[in-house]
C-alpha cells in the first residue's frame, strides 16, 4: 500500500531542519534502519555530500541512518532495495533534470506505489504530483520534460503564499499564477502551507499539520481544506 | 543600430498600464505609426485580442496605433515589415513557447538587431537576454527551449525584489534563486526593479528609472548598479 509524507517545506519559521515533523517521521519510518536520501535538488547549489550530512543530522534524533543516492553504485537499484525513500528541497528543474538523466523516475514511482516508504519536502513533493508545473523555482536548468510521479492525483504547489495585503510589489500573486496555468491545464493543484504536509495512505489522502490548505480546480472557485479532512476532487 | 527599452514592469504601483513609460516611449517611437504587439505571454490568461485592446488604449495616449501580431495573415512577414514592436508581460514560459510554434525567434533577433524599435516589459524583457531561466514565472507550460533572443549579453530578472526583512517565509529569496543559477550557468543577470528600465542604443545599454538595479556574475559579489550608468560586465 502506498505510503507517503507530502510536506509542503523541510523547514518552519524558528526551528531546526525537519525538527517540527521528526514526531510525525518516528511513527512512519517505524522499523527503517536506512533510509536512501535523494539529494539532487542541491538547495542553494550545495553539494550532494554536504546536503547528506545535513540530512543524516536531523534523522539521527530518530534513530535512522541515511545513505545519499549518489553514494550506490548503481542508483537504480538503490531506488528498488530502498527501505525507505527521501526527496529534500531545493531547485525542482535540477530535481527532475537529474531523475531523467539517472533514468530512475519509473523506478521511484513503481517503488512508491507498491509501498516503500517515501518522504518528500518542498521540491521532493512537487515530483510527486502529475507535473511540476506549479513549482515556484527558477527554471535555472532545462530538464527533458516537466511530467514527474503521478503518485497523487493532483499537483503540489508547496510553500503557498497568500497574497500580501497592501503589497505594492506588480509582479503575480501565486493564486494568479496558479489561475494562469488552469487556462492551460486541467490538472488540479493543491497550494500546501509551510507547516502543512499529505499523509497519503493507499488511495486516502488527508491534509496533516496545523494550516488549511488551497485546492484550485479548473472553472471552480478555489476553496480551503482544514487540517485532517482527506483531499477529494470533484 | 539597436533600439530597445526593456522595462521591469509594464505597470508601477498606483498609475495606469504603461502610464510612468509613456513620456519615454513618445521620444522612443518617434515617427511610428503602427507598432505590432506581440501578445502571447497572456497575463491571467487573457485573449490576444483582449490584451491587444489594453495596450492600444495606452499608446493611443501618444498617437500611435497598435496591431497585435495575431492579426496578421502571416506572423514573420508582420515582425519583417513592423516599424516598431512591443512584447508585453504575462507568462514567460508560454510566451517562449509560442515563439517557437510560431518560428519567429530567429526573425525577431534579426529586425532588433536591425534596429527596428524594440519595447519588452516584464516577459517580453526576459525573451531579450540569453535565456528565459532567470523568470519568476510557474512553469505552466513546457517550451522546446530556455533559449531566447540574446540581443543583449545578461539575462533579466523582471520584477526584481530584495529580501523581505522579518519574513517567516522558508522559501527562497530572488537573489538565493539567482545564486542557485550561478552554480550551473555562467551568464550574469541584472536583477531590475519594478520603475527602472534598460536603455539600449547599439551596444551601449543603459539603466534608467527611479531604482539602482542588481548585477549578478558568477563567482562575484553581486554588485548595484546607480541609475544613469551604462552596464558593464567583468
Redesign the interface.
Known sequence: MKKMIIAS?S????SSYLEYLLPTLKTFFKGVHTLVFIPFA????VSYDGYTEVVQKAFSKIDINVKGVHEYNNVNDAILNAEAIFTGG??T??LVNQLYKNDIIDTLKKVINNGTPYLGTSAGSNICGIS???????????PP??VTLGCIPFNINA?Y?DPIEGS?????TRE??????????EVPVLGLR?GSWLSVEGNSITLKGEHSARLFQQNLKPVELESGVEVALR
Open positions: 517545506t523547514t518552519v519559521y524558528g542541491r538547495p542553494g547549489g531545493g531547485n528543474f535540477e511540476m508545473m506549479n513549482t515556484n523555482d527558477m527554471p535555472i536548468v532545462y520534460s516537466f510553500h503564499l505594492k510589489h506588480m509582479g503575480e494568479t499564477r496558479i489561475k494562469e496555468y488552469h487556462v492551460f491545464n509551510e
